[in-house]
């Protein structure tokens, strides 16, 4: 079986590649912006030209710039433009499977209010980046249907597993330090959805192994359960063997502060609620998705 991946220098990509070279039988094929001189390491110009001379069985399309706004075409020119180029060049690979990696800020941004979305829930993009993803799924189902491509598209929350590099990693950093962090005072009911690594892994390879389940659906990928803040930081406390002390502050002053312009942003970010209900594709796969606590204990604190 033939599975291409594009974006398999980024986190994702790459924690995937490496765990599909455990299995026999899968041949691999790279695509991302420049070719490389590992075997089936192609670049976009090779793939758009037909210069692979495979057959495709499945694309996963990961590869996704990762920043919220910008004051160029950047973001579109690499989410909706670049998802429609490798959609409309398919056929010449004979590909009919597609797996388009999203996010869950289709929904919106986090808040402290207290709300659950589902795969049903009405789209509100705040960021640029948003509005390019919520754009992008639009155009996969468009193309793929009048194509007679099946496709699947994946909403992911905060995604986080050992070797990430990104804004809840700059947060881990602060507990690997020891250094003091404030939280909300009491057990919050502001919970974060997760999805880990391992969670991602083992969907792709059900999808591999079982090509039917690629069937024009769209689900909310993420860990087996939603946690607070509060929940996910003293648990990775544990794991590190960090001395952090938490000072425990009301929620009233978290309100508060995301009322101020200046702080709005990020006090929003860390301390807001963002849950999204995974029902759907736990129903539809039977898979036994992993949870939030039991994914940060496989974290390393490097």
């Known amino acids: 079986m033939n599975i291409a991946i594009s974006g398999s220098s980024g986190f994702i990509g790459n924690n995937f590649k490496?765990?599909?070279?455990?299995?026999?039988?899968?041949?691999?094929?790279?695509?991302?912006?420049?070719?490389?001189?590992?075997n089936n390491s192609y670049s976009y110009d090779d793939f758009f030209a037909g210069n692979i001379d495979e057959k495709i069985d499945i694309f996963i399309h990961l590869a996704s710039p990762n920043y919220d706004y910008c004051k160029d075409d950047s973001l579109r020119n690499g989410i909706v433009v670049l998802t429609e180029n490798i959609l409309r060049n398919l056929e010449s690979y004979e590909c009919k499977k597609f797996i388009y990696f999203?996010?869950?800020?289709?929904?919106?941004?986090?808040?402290?209010d207290n709300v659950i979305f589902n795969e049903t829930s009405?789209?509100?993009?705040i960021s640029d980046y948003a509005k390019a993803k919520a754009d992008a799924e639009s155009m996969v189902s468009d193309i793929s249907l009048k194509n007679n491509i099946s496709f699947l598209i994946y909403r992911l929350p905060f995604v986080y597993g050992s070797g990430m590099k990104s804004n809840l990693k700059t947060l881990?950093?602060?507990?690997n330090q020891s250094i003091p962090f404030i939280?909300?005072?009491?057990?919050?009911?502001l919970k974060k959805s997760f999805v880990c690594i391992d969670n991602i892994n083992k969907t792709l390879i059900y999808n591999i192994e079982n090509p039917h389940s690629i069937d024009n659906s769209i689900f909310n990928l993420s860990d087996n359960s939603s946690v607070t803040l509060n929940d996910f930081l003293n648990e990775y406390k544990k794991v590190s063997n960090s001395k952090t002390i938490f000072l425990r502050f009301p929620i009233i002053f978290f309100i508060v502060l995301s009322k101020i312009p200046i702080l709005k942003n990020i006090i929003l970010k860390?301390?807001?609620?963002?849950?999204?209900?995974?029902?759907m594709i736990k129903k539809n796969t039977h898979l036994s998705l992993i949870s939030t606590i039991e994914g940060i204990q496989c974290l390393?604190?490097?």
Do not use: A, T, W
């Open 18 to 38: 490496n765990f599909l070279n455990k299995y026999h039988g899968i041949n691999i094929i790279l695509i991302s912006r420049s070719s490389s001189l590992d």
């Open 102 to 112: 999203s996010s869950c800020k289709v929904y919106g941004e986090s808040s402290m």
């Open 122 to 125: 009405k789209l509100n993009p």
């Open 172 to 175: 881990l950093n602060i507990i």
């Open 183 to 189: 939280l909300i005072k009491s057990q919050s009911s």
């Open 270 to 279: 860390v301390y807001g609620g963002f849950d999204i209900d995974n029902s």
């Open 300 to 302: 390393d604190n490097k």
